[in-house]
C-alpha cells in the first residue's frame, strides 16, 4: 500500500542514581554554542489510516497524516524531525472550512513554507531559531487558509518537524549526548525529576464501544481520558455526556488501583473546547455528583472556547488549559484566570515552545502533563521526555502523566513502531498501565536523538 507523498523543497553518557523520583544535578551550562547553517531542506509525508473515525470537538477525522522535515547542515549532518498532523485540534474552523485532505495539506505547506524560510540562514539554539519564523510563518498560515484568525496552535503544530530536527542537529553538532545535556539551563528547574514510572493514559472517544474501556482497566490501565463535548446541540451534548460518563462510571467506577490516593481509578475529561457556557458544565458537574463519580475527576481539560475567557477557579475541579494555551503568555494568562494545570503537548506545539510553557507553570507551581495528539512511537517518546522529567501529577504517586492512544488508533501501528530507532526498548510498550523508565531511557533519550532510517529513507536522492 502506497502512503508517502514526496514533496522537495532543497536542489548521547548515562544517568545513573535513578529511582522512583529523584531530582539531579544537571549538566553544567554550555559557553560556546556552535553556529549551525541550514544548507538544504525536503518535506515528505506518509498517510496513516485509523481502525475507525476518531470523534473530538463534535466531528470526526478519518485520518493522520505524518508529515516529515528533513534539515542539513554544511557540515553535511541531517536529521529528519516527524509531526502527527491533527488539523482539527489545532483549528478546527480550518478543518470545517475544507475538505480533510485539503485541510491537511495546508498544514503540511505551512511547514514547506518554514523549511524554505531557513534554509541557508544560521541559528545557535533552535529557541532562537523558532523565533525568527514563528510570525512570518503564521502570517504564510492566515494567507494560505484565508482565516485571518487563524489558531497559533495551527502555526507550531506545523512546525513541530522542523523544531525535532533543528534540536537533533543541535544535539549532534555540539557534541550533547542525551536530552538533559541538549536542554538549555533556564528550562532545567522545570524538568529536574527522573521517574522511573509514567501512568499510561488511553482515550476514549464517543464511539469506542464500552466494552474496549472494560478491557483497558482489566489490562492495567487505571487514569481514564474520556472525550465529552458530543456531536450535537449544547443540549443534545449535554444529554449524550450525562449518559456516556454514568455508564463508564457504572462498569468501572468501583475497580481499584494501588497508584492513585483515594485508590480509585480517575477520570479525565477533555471537552475541546465544545461547552459554551459555565453553567452547561455546572450540569454536568451535578449529574457526575449525583451518580457519584465526582470525586473521581481528576481533571477537566479546555472545557470551554478560548474566547470565551471564563474564569475557572471556583468550579470545584481542577480545570487544564490545553488549546487555549499556545505560547508561554497564554500559559501566564490561563493560571491567572484558575487554570490548575497545563496539558503540555511537545509532539503539537513544538519542544521550543513546551520548555518555555514548562517553566511558567513550574514558577507558578501549577502541575503539567503530556496529552498526546494520537502520536506515533517516536512523538511519543518526544512527549515521554518532558512527562518522565516533570513534577508528580497531584494524587497519582510518585509518576508522571503522559496520554499516548496512537495503538488504540492506527491501523498499522505495529509498523510505525518498527519504524522507531529502538522498537524493542524497554520503554517503548507501558505494562499494566505504566511506562517503566530505566538508566537505559534515560541514556538513550528515549531514543528521539537516533535517526529513524524509516523516515531518513523517505528523502533519499530527493534533496
Partial sequence: MLRRNFIKTSALAGISGLSGVCSQAMPTSRINLKKITIQSVCSDFERE?????????????????????????DSGKKHVGLMTQCLAWSDLNVFLAHSEAAGNMLLHNTLEYALQQIKGTSFKTPIELQDAILESTHAYGRKITENNHLRMTLTLSSLVALDNAAWMLYAQENGFRNFDEMIPEEYRQALSYRHNKVAHVPLFSYNIPL??????????YFFMKIKIGRPGSQEEMLKGDMARIESIHKLIGHRET???????????????????????LQRLLDHAKKVGMFDQIAVIEEPFPEEA?????????????????????????????????????????????TLRMAKIAHEHNVPCFLADLTCTPILVDWNKNIAARLAPFPDLGEMGLLESNGHQNYVHWKDLVSYHPYPDGSWINSKDGIYNLNNEFYEKSGGILTESEHYLGLFQGKH
Fill in 309 to 353: 475567557d471564563i474564569e475557572v477557579g471556583d468550579m470545584g475541579v481542577r480545570i487544564a488549559a490545553d488549546e487555549s494555551a499556545h505560547t508561554a503568555h497564554d500559559v501566564e494568562k490561563r493560571i491567572q484566570m484558575g487554570y490548575g494545570a497545563i496539558a503540555l503537548k511537545s509532539a503539537a506545539k513544538t519542544l521550543s515552545m
Fill in 49 to 73: 489510516p485509523l481502525i475507525r473515525p476518531f470523534g473530538f470537538k463534535g466531528i470526526y477525522q478519518k485520518e493522520f497524516w505524518v508529515s516529515a522535515g528533513l534539515l542539513e547542515s
Fill in 258 to 280: 494501588p497508584h492513585t490516593r483515594n485508590g480509585r481509578i480517575p477520570y479525565y475529561f477533555d471537552a475541546n473546547g465544545r461547552y459554551e457556557k459555565k453553567e452547561t
Fill in 211 to 220: 466494552s474496549e474501556i472494560e478491557d483497558a482497566v482489566k489490562q492495567g
